[in-house]
DNA sequence: GCGACACTTTACCATATGGTTAAATATAAA
DNA sequence: TTTATATTTAACCATATGGTAAAGTGTCGC
């Protein structure tokens, strides 16, 4: 039931269109953090960094796991596949559009 | 001074968050519409979609064309770059991430 | 010129979002 | 048991977002 793939394009986009949350994925990606570690850098309280946190889990992008009174966040690997491929899918055929353009009768701008 | 990829990422994201917008940019991939055929599939206002469309262009991710009372919108083929080479480079890091997890110490869910 | 057409702009509205502070919960430490 | 630490939840607020209807703008066709 591990709710793999959903098409959540909506969320996983949502969720990255937010500064503090892919900062917060970019330091996760280097591995396991605490909240207050994660806080950290950020000039917003601890609060807010809950809620962010909150969100990106919904969305399917990180996992927690609790270690006494700690609470580790992680990243889950294939959470933004759906994302990557629907733009890699958008990228190829824009690449084609690029030769229409250069070749072609579009060149507003 | 073509403007580009400034690093927009939120506003790209943000874009690609609405289902409506991605509709409407894979329309866009097979060619420029105008409003109306844009318009078309879905059932929501015309200025629903003009304000869809302004927004896709605020982001960069599209432009016009004017030709007499039509408006011709067309995809900015570069336009998602940097959101992409954002993932790419994430996406990396996850499979590696993806190894660690089969042979390692977080096996949460 | 005038009405139809294509589209945008202008209010306007409900809900979502991103932040805050203060209180609650849970665990560790003294 | 009391206190400190780590984090979440709750209540609140301002602004952003996605939609609407109605009016405005510009172009075409009669």
């Not at 892919?22 to 207050?36: D, F, H, N, T």
């Not at 950290?40 to 990106?56: E, N, R, W």
């Not at 006494?68 to 559009?97: H, N």
Request: overall charge positive; hydrophobic content about 35%.
């Amino acid at each position: 039931m591990v709710k793999c793939r959903k098409n959540n394009l909506n969320d996983v986009f949502s969720v990255l269109s937010d500064p503090t949350r892919r900062s917060i994925i970019e330091q996760l990606s280097k591995g396991e953090r605490s909240v207050q570690e994660l806080a950290q850098p950020f000039d917003m309280s601890l609060p807010a960094i809950s809620k962010h946190l909150k969100v990106l889990e919904k969305a399917g992008l990180v996992s927690q796991r609790k270690e006494g009174r700690y609470r580790y966040y992680f990243i889950k690997p294939d959470s933004m596949d759906s994302a990557c491929e629907w733009m890699e899918g958008l990228k190829q055929v824009w690449t084609k559009l690029e030769g229409m353009f250069s070749g072609g009768k579009n060149k507003s701008q």
